[in-house]
Structure formats: C-alpha cells, structure tokens
C-alpha cells in the first residue's frame, strides 16, 4: 500500500517537535502556518504550505490525500465543517489536538478531584469541543485531550519563577512536548478512528508539591502571584499505552525539569 504524506496544520511548538520526527516514518512532511515565509523559514521552502482556518483561499494548498495532524483549537466550528468538507477529511487519516480543558463540565469542589478517563463529559457549549466532536463524529478523527505541554524553551520552573503559577493544592496534568510527538505519530500510524486518548505523562501533581521540589533542588522561589483554590484535574491516560503501545520517556517530571535547567545554563554560558 502507497504510503501518504503528512502535512502539519498549525505549526507551532509541538509542530517545530514532530517535523523532524515525522521526516523520519513519512516519504513527504509538510508543515503549514497562516506565514510561512516568516513562521517557518527554518524548513525549505518545499516543505512549507499557507494554510489559514479562517481564509478558504488556503485550504487547496492541503494536498490531497495527505494525512494530517491538526495542532491548533479546532474552532470556529462552522469554519472547521466547512474546511473538512472541502479538504475531504472523511477520506483521510486525521488526527487532531485538543485539550482536557474540554473536561472542564462542573463545578465541583471534591478534593482530591475524581480520575478522569476518556468517558468521562465534555463542555458541548465550547466551540472547540465542538469542532472536535465534528471532527470525530462527522470525519473519523481520532482527538487527543492533551494535558499541559512543556519541554525545551517551555520550562514549568519559568512559570513558577515568573508567577504564573504558584503554590497551590491544585492538581496539574503535563506531558513533555517529546512525549506529545510519539503519541501523535503512533495515534496516526495505529489510532481507531473515532477515538479518544487522553495525553499526560499519568502523574498529576500538585503545584504545592511542584514548587516545594523547586525550591529544595533548584532554589526556584515563587514569585508573587495569583493563588488559587480550584482543585484542577487527575487525569487517567493509560489507553495511549495499552491501545496504542506508547511508553512515555518523561515520566519523571523532576528528571525533565533537571536536564531542562541544565541545558538552560549551557546555553546561558555561551560557546
Ligand atoms: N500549550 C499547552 O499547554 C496545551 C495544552 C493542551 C492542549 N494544547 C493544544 O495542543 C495544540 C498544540 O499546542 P502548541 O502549544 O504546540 O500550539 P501553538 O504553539 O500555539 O501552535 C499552533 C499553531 O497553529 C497555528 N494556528 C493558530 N490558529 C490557526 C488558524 N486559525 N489557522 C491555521 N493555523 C493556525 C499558529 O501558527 P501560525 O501563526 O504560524 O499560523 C500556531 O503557532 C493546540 O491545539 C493547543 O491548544 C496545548
């Protein structure tokens, strides 16, 4: 069987991760962006494609037939229906990026918050989860709620330096962007179509317990910020390893933290 190409809608972080990683298991790998000339001028110019949501003078850049993997929110849904339908995304193999904030559907102040597993409801009044829900319903595309991504030049230390975040009873779900690249390649090469896989590296952590590692190992001290006291999300992500065979490499979130602190003050030094 011929194999596809791969085109990239929306190549940004997670993108700049899985170009190189496509280019390995794909003949042709093309990433798109609303500028190309300027957003991906690290590619050839071979490789790059104008393509923006919101402006249907793009969509026939799509090539045909190409599989795709879909990197930005999936919204607004009449412009997601309308670029499916002339795309043919039916036809193709699609998988598409979302994100457990779609699980955000009650209330609830239950500490600590329930697991929640692919069952569990999405928010339908969110036009993304709506896009989604159309994309996987009406096109057979497989969605990954993906939790918080981090990795290189995204450093959870940054965020609690910066006050982003702060010490909080808040659980919070993240996954290293490198994890994120296999699982979007393995959802292509072996997803069900239709399918769910919630995506987080299956540790949620508090952040009082991220900032007091910080503190002790990296001497990272919390600026002042907003506190809060939702009690976030657990999120269960075992299916991307039993269904699609994913083991993920940065589990250890503290490992993570430590090589990416490391290769922070290489590049600080200077050659
Ligand atoms: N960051 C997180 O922690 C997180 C958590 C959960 C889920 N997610 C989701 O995971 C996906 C990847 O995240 P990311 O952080 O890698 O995203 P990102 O860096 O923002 O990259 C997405 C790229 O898509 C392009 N884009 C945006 N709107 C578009 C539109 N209307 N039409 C065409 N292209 C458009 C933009 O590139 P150009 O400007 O070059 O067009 C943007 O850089 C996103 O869907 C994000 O919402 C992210």
């Not at 002339?86 to 699980?103: D, E, M």
């Not at 393995?186 to 239709?194: E, M």
Request: hydrophobic share 40%; net charge positive.
């Amino acid at each position: 069987m011929k194999q596809h190409d791969l085109v990239i809608l929306g190549s940004g972080y997670t993108g700049r991760f899985l170009f190189p990683l496509a280019a390995q298991r794909y003949p042709s790998v093309f990433a798109a962006s609303r500028e190309p000339e300027r957003r991906l001028a690290h590619l050839p110019a071979d490789r790059r494609l104008h393509f923006d949501l919101m402006r249907r003078d793009t969509w026939p850049n799509i090539p045909a037939s190409a599989d795709l993997l879909w990197c930005f929110p999936a919204q607004p849904p009449e412009s997601v229906q309308a670029v499916a339908a002339a795309i043919k995304a039916p036809a193709r193999r699609l998988v598409v990026l979302g994100s457990t904030s779609a699980y955000d559907v009650d209330n609830s102040s239950a500490y600590p918050p329930p697991w929640i597993d692919e069952t569990a409801p999405v928010d339908p009044c969110k036009p993304r989860v709506q896009g989604e829900e159309f994309l996987r319903r009406e096109c057979g595309a497989i969605v990954l709620r993906v939790a918080g991504i981090y990795g290189p030049g995204r450093n959870p230390l940054d965020w609690i330096r910066l006050g982003r975040v702060g010490p909080s009873g808040k659980y919070v779900n993240l996954i290293h962007v490198e994890d994120l690249a296999s699982i979007c390649l393995a959802a292509l090469a072996q997803g069900k179509p239709g399918e769910i896989y919630n995506v987080s590296d299956g540790v949620p952590r508090t952040w009082d317990e991220i900032c007091k590692t910080a503190q002790e190992r990296w001497n990272v001290t919390p600026a002042a910020g907003s506190r809060t006291d939702l009690p976030g999300k657990r999120i269960v992500a075992c299916k991307v390893g039993t269904h699609l065979g994913v083991a993920i490499r940065h589990s250890d979130l503290y490992a993570a933290l430590e090589f990416l602190e490391r290769s922070n003050a290489t590049s600080a030094e200077g050659p």
